[in-house]
């Protein structure tokens, strides 16, 4: 079946810079998108943006520009989101996600199945 | 950048009364619009994506509605398992997510 796995939860210092890993399984790693989507404690869903694992291609939403980046390594199916500059808002649980498929089409941007997501806690 | 609006904040239900949540963007996202229902330590799970179409193994009692800027989710009957937050989220112009909707058991 199709799973995305994420690394673990890390504590990190304002001003360090921290690196999430999704690893994909059960189906063609760079067929399908994968996106990157935060959330805050006690908050709302935060789109991040997305990578194109077969191009390497990458989208990211303006409020993290100059400040992630998004890779992939086909060898192992994994994609990356990296983060940097942290800061202490940047604490959130963060989730990699892929195209929702149904019978006939995959659908870039509604997001199923998604990682069990890592929490991140950005503290002095 | 499109922003959404969910109403109510929160709702407070019993089991098997109906849910109806809504959802209002800033500017029409056509149909390009999908709800997400989350459980507390979980990832979200989507329900429905284009307005209206249910996901796969998405129980009927969950349905949505609308197009332009006003969308409804609907859930007939309330279960149990169906008290959680529920997301809207926009793809028409690049991707932003409602804040939610709390579903209490009253």
């Known amino acids: 079946q199709v799973q995305l796995v994420q690394s673990g939860a890390e504590v990190k210092k304002p001003g360090a810079s921290v690196k999430v890993s999704c690893k994909a399984s059960?189906?063609?790693?760079?067929?399908?998108?994968i996106q990157w989507v935060r959330q805050a404690p006690g908050q709302g869903l935060e789109w991040m943006g997305w990578?194109?694992?077969?191009?390497?291609?990458?989208d990211y939403a303006q409020k993290f520009q100059g400040r992630v980046t998004m890779t992939r390594d086909t060898s192992i199916s994994t994609a990356y989101m990296e983060l940097n500059r942290l800061r202490s808002d940047d604490t959130a649980v963060y989730y990699c996600?892929?195209?929702?498929?149904?019978?006939?089409?995959?659908?870039?941007?509604?997001?199923?199945?998604w990682g069990q997501g890592t929490l991140i806690t950005v503290s002095s | 950048e499109i922003v959404l609006t969910q109403s109510p904040a929160t709702l407070s239900l019993s089991p098997g009364e109906r849910a109806t949540l809504s959802c209002r963007a800033s500017?029409?996202?056509?149909?390009?619009l999908a709800w997400y229902q989350q459980k507390p330590g979980q990832a979200p799970r989507l329900l429905i994506y284009?307005?209206?179409n249910r996901a796969t193994g998405i129980p009927a009692r969950f349905s949505g509605s609308g197009s332009g800027t006003d969308f409804t989710l609907t859930i007939s009957s309330l279960e149990p398992e169906d008290f959680a937050v529920y997301y809207c989220?926009?793809?028409?112009?690049?991707?932003?997510f409602g804040p939610g909707t709390k579903v209490n058991i009253k």
């Open positions: 990578i194109n694992p077969n191009s390497g291609g990458t």
């Open positions: 996600a892929r195209p929702y498929c149904d019978s006939s089409t995959c659908y870039l941007g509604w997001l199923d199945p």
């Open positions: 284009d307005a209206s």
């Open positions: 500017q029409s996202v056509r149909s390009s």
């Open positions: 059960g189906y063609n790693f760079i067929a399908y998108y």
């Open positions: 989220q926009q793809r028409s112009n690049l991707f932003t």
